[in-house]
């Protein structure tokens, strides 16, 4: 069987573009890319949380890169065999990996822990299995399986691997009884037992619950997804309409794999709207807020936004426009309630260019060219920060200015580039999971009808 | 969690300032003598706190013969132990922030700041002492109020004992409120605690203080006392503080905290106390992972347990358990049908001004055959940490559990022009809606003045009024209440559909 192969077409964006940007899109997405070549270890697979050294592995990080390859091989940067041979690698290590639960093993119940050793692929970090992180990790299996539809023997153990695991995971037991009207947990500990944090208000999740809810071995319950959306909150903030949420990263996550363009559950039938609009307007009020600026950030305006999880200073505080600042290191950042202290994350600007890109792109462009010779930097860097570095009396109006970036690349932001770069410009990772069953599956059963569906 | 109540609190306290001896004299004389007892009264009270001191006095300005019954101080919680003591310490703490942020305001303040924690607290006690001189107890007999002093005890369905003096009622109102609640923490009571009675005795500003519980009163005490000085901590079992209010207003309070220097715990459990160097050592557990502090005082803001023991209920035939207090119906009828509930004891809502106003739902509905609802009541409340946190109606959650379409107007404080003046942009006002109307269904307020704000909503719920019709009002410019009209005119925006439109710039184009 051929294998299927993709082209750019209207399935991403509808207006064409200019060259230097089509060329910026390119040189940002490459080198987002080559983030998992040099961060992945070739044994097992798993990819560093960080470029720092000494950075465990993120399981949602791996998941990136296994939707990551497909996009590689789509366009030219490595050769098919190498993708399936890479995710076969990985899919074979989560396939044999210790499932006790064990305080150092690597998961349990087809949940694995949010950080693991980059070499034994045990737990690391005391970290929790997480609900979440699971999920973009197989979701990226189930991406490259729907990818790599080839009928050689790799491509086919390549997909056999992919379903088991998605079957294995036994998504009820994290629907913990005694958790909020059966809401699914965020994670589990082995010394501790389930955390104390249930899924509550929009977030990032949508993705997890179409996956729990699609499984034919151990479903979520309906009651599951009515639990989690009936803490939605629908504001009119700035004048926009939207479902609430302050990091934009909650507003694009499940978006990097599923199209949610035309799909509505009940809620968004209530509120004529899709989720897809949704993180267009939160792009819109995030812009809002750099406007407003209420803290007096250095920096912020109309083309530089972007408040969402991702790396800070962590210095002590200072006065900024007056106010005691303090820093918070790595947080996650939204608007408008913050936390905010100035730290702008550059790869939720790019993954905004699908949604919104009229004003993503101005945004875009002139963070791109920032940094001079190092085009980019500001995008790829996990945060900067115009005003930590920034010297101001106690007013706050003197001072050289010297911005803070981030030493290191988060992997998490290096895969949202490849991803929604590849998802604008042809769609390829949203046509991937409309045909993937359980997906949709899943969607139907949390309620979405229309549009693809 | 387990939970215990403290014993009974001796009537007789000492007074510990001049101020302090007159409000015992207006809340507790000590030579108080009861008045002969008539045969059987309209209604008897038992309790003479915000809930019992509005029913008697409802009562009694009708005509009704009444008995109040206290065990301890005229006032109850509110006055002696909670509400005024806390409120008047919260300015003082106001006061020291301020100064703190005088430089932004053009205003240096001295290099060394001194705070005097005695001044502080005298003047808490002055402020006390004035406030109940309208509670007094020669005010409530002058108003023709029978008051005794004592414990009172059922002694059938229409009858108490009053240590040992018998008295008759056709009406009776339980208005006992409610206790601190001392969590099961192994070695916390051998140790020794603070709860928000004892704490306002303090003499001495604490070294270090824990609070522990996050729910309103913890808040802002550890707030307060982290901004006299006291190294600070709260530990919270729940991921946010108080929990019943929205994320994003826990999580500014949170946010507040924490700038203020409190050390905070969330999502920890104090699991052992004990004494160590003359220090009280807490270990604390989160996730698994124990860490321990050392402070001088652990001070149990954790919560309140109806105060329902010793009234001999059963005599009664009132039901009840130790959890939710007495079982009261929509009118607040116990499942004796001459005796009612208000307050604390009885309600979930456990605040002032809740109490009183179910209390005059009570003389209403014992009395004069009244058959209001204490569901259609609309009840406002605050907590005074600094942002404040104010809310009244249905919660979005709330709204969405009944299946009600919801839609909340938001308006962050940095958007109101008087917020930006006054240098008070934390916060937001958030009204909720029903979706496709402009009728309110509910409101939160996070503003430095919230509670003064939230009483407009209050208002207009009431009142029936809507977003449309508030848009209407005229209000002084500039305010931070014009944060509410700038909601209401976020509403009128959302009403200007692109027909609208269209027909007024034809109309303006003819």
Not at chain 2, 372 to 382: D, G, I, K, Q, T
Request: proline content about 4%.
């Amino acid at each position: 069987m051929k294998a299927a192969t993709f082209r750019a077409n209207s399935v991403g964006r509808s207006a064409p573009i200019a060259l230097a940007d089509e060329q910026m899109l390119d040189q940002l997405q490459r080198s987002a890319f080559e983030y998992f070549l040099k961060q992945t270890n070739a044994r097992n697979g798993l990819v560093a949380d960080t470029s720092r050294v000494g950075s465990p592995a993120s399981i949602a990080v791996v998941g990136f890169a296994l939707s990551a390859y497909p996009v590689a091989v789509e366009r030219g940067w490595i050769a098919r065999d190498d993708a399936v041979h890479r995710s076969l690698t990985t899919l074979r290590f989560f396939s044999a990996s210790d499932q006790s639960g064990a305080l150092m093993s690597t998961g349990c119940n087809g949940f694995y822990f949010h950080f693991l050793d980059v070499h034994t692929g045990l737990r690391a970090w005391e970290s929790e299995l997480s609900s979440i992180d699971t999920a973009l990790l197989i979701v990226g299996m189930l991406t490259a399986a729907a990818y790599f539809s080839g009928a050689t023997p790799a491509e086919t153990e390549l997909r056999q691997l992919a379903n088991a695991l998605y079957e294995r995971v036994d998504w009820q037991w994290a629907q913990h009884e005694d958790h909020d009207d059966h809401a699914v947990a965020q994670g589990w500990k082995p010394e501790s037992g389930f955390l104390n944090y249930g899924w509550q208000g929009y977030n990032e999740a949508l993705v997890l619950y179409a996956l729990g809810m699609g499984s034919h071995t151990h479903p979520l319950t309906s009651a599951s997804f009515e639990a989690w959306t009936v803490t939605y909150q629908w504001e009119n903030l700035y004048g926009i309409d939207f479902l609430f949420a302050g990091p934009l990263f909650v507003h694009q996550f499940s978006h990097a794999w599923i199209d949610f363009r035309g799909i509505r559950d009940r809620f968004m039938r209530e509120k004529n709207c899709d989720y897809f609009e949704n993180s267009r307007r939160a792009a819109k009020v995030q812009r809002q807020y750099a406007i407003r600026n209420p803290r007096g950030f250095a920096g912020y305006g109309q083309d530089c936004w972007g408040l969402s999880a991702g790396d800070g200073p962590s210095v002590e505080p200072r006065m900024v426009a007056g106010r005691r600042q303090a820093f918070y290191g790595y947080a996650a950042r939204g608007a408008p309630w913050g936390p905010d202290d100035g730290t702008i994350t550059g790869s939720s600007v790019v993954a905004s260019l699908v949604f919104a890109p009229e004003i993503a792109w101005p945004a875009l462009r002139q963070m791109y060219a920032r940094a001079g010779a190092e085009q980019g930097r500001y995008l790829h860097a996990a945060g900067f920060n115009d005003s930590a570095g920034a010297t101001s009396d106690v007013d706050g109006t003197s001072g050289a200015k010297a911005s803070w970036i981030c030493e290191g690349e988060s992997g998490l932001d290096q895969g949202m580039i490849v991803l929604m770069i590849e998802n604008f410009r042809s769609g390829l990772l949203w046509r991937l999971t409309r045909s993937i069953p359980c997906l949709r599956a899943g969607l139907k059963r949390a309620g979405f009808r229309g549009g693809w569906l | 969690m387990t939970a215990s109540t403290f014993a009974a609190i001796p009537r007789r306290v000492r007074p510990i300032s001049p101020d302090d001896a007159e409000r015992l004299v207006n809340v507790s004389p000590a030579d108080w003598r009861s008045p002969k007892p008539r045969s059987v009264y309209h209604l008897l009270v038992l309790g003479a706190g915000p809930a019992g001191l509005a029913a008697a006095r409802a009562a009694a300005a009708l005509g009704a013969h009444v008995a109040l019954i206290e065990r301890h101080q005229i006032g109850g919680d509110c006055l002696n132990d909670g509400c005024i003591p806390s409120k008047s310490l919260i300015r003082t703490g106001r006061l020291l922030a301020d100064m703190r942020d005088a430089a932004h305001f053009g205003a240096v303040p001295p290099a060394e700041m001194v705070f005097d924690f005695r001044a502080a607290m005298l003047r808490m006690r002055r402020i006390t002492a004035r406030i109940s001189r309208t509670d007094s107890a020669m005010n409530l007999a002058r108003e023709g109020i029978h008051l005794f002093f004592g414990t009172a005890r059922f002694t059938g369905a229409d009858s108490v004992d009053v240590d040992g003096l018998p008295l008759r009622f056709k009406k009776a109102l339980i208005a006992t409120g409610s206790r601190s609640m001392l969590p099961d923490v192994p070695g916390l009571a051998e140790a020794g605690f603070l709860t928000n009675e004892t704490v306002f005795n303090l003499q001495v500003l604490p070294r270090s203080l824990l609070v522990l519980g996050g729910g309103p009163l913890g808040c802002e005490l550890a707030q307060v006392f982290a901004r006299f000085g006291s190294r600070t901590l709260i530990s919270h079992r729940e991921p946010l503080f108080l929990p019943l209010e929205e994320r994003d207003a826990a999580q500014m309070v949170s946010d507040a905290l924490a700038r203020d220097g409190v050390e905070i715990h969330l999502n920890s459990t104090a699991t052992k106390v004990w004494m160590e160097g003359g220090q009280k050592v807490v270990e604390l557990v989160n996730d698994g992972n124990t860490a321990t502090t050392r402070v001088e005082h652990i001070l149990t803001g954790i919560g309140r347990v109806p105060a329902v023991q010793g009234l001999n209920l059963e005599a009664a035939g009132v039901a009840y358990d130790a959890a939710a207090g007495v079982h009261v119906d929509d009118f607040l009828r116990t499942s004796n049908p001459r005796i009612f509930a208000a307050g604390d004891v009885c309600l979930k809502h456990q605040f002032t001004n809740t109490a009183a106003a179910s209390a005059r739902i009570v003389v209403r509905n014992a009395l004069f055959l009244g058959r209001e609802r204490m569901s259609a009541l609309n009840v406002p409340w605050c907590t005074y940490t600094d942002p404040e946190v104010a809310h009244v109606g249905l919660y979005v959650k709330q709204a969405r559990q009944q299946r009600i379409p919801v839609k909340t107007f938001t308006i962050p404080m940095h958007d109101v022009d008087r917020a930006i003046a006054d240098g008070e942009e934390d916060g937001f006002v958030k009204i909720h809606v029903r979706e496709g109307s402009d009728q309110i269904l509910g409101a939160t307020i996070v503003a430095r003045h919230a509670g003064e704000m939230i009483n407009s909503i209050s208002l207009a719920m009431v009142a029936g009024i809507g977003l449309r019709e508030l848009a209407n009002v005229m209000q002084a410019y500039p305010t931070q209440g014009a944060a509410i009209r700038q909601a209401a005119d976020a509403y009128l925006r959302t009403r200007l559909t692109p027909l609208k439109l269209k027909t007024a710039r034809r109309w303006l184009q003819r």
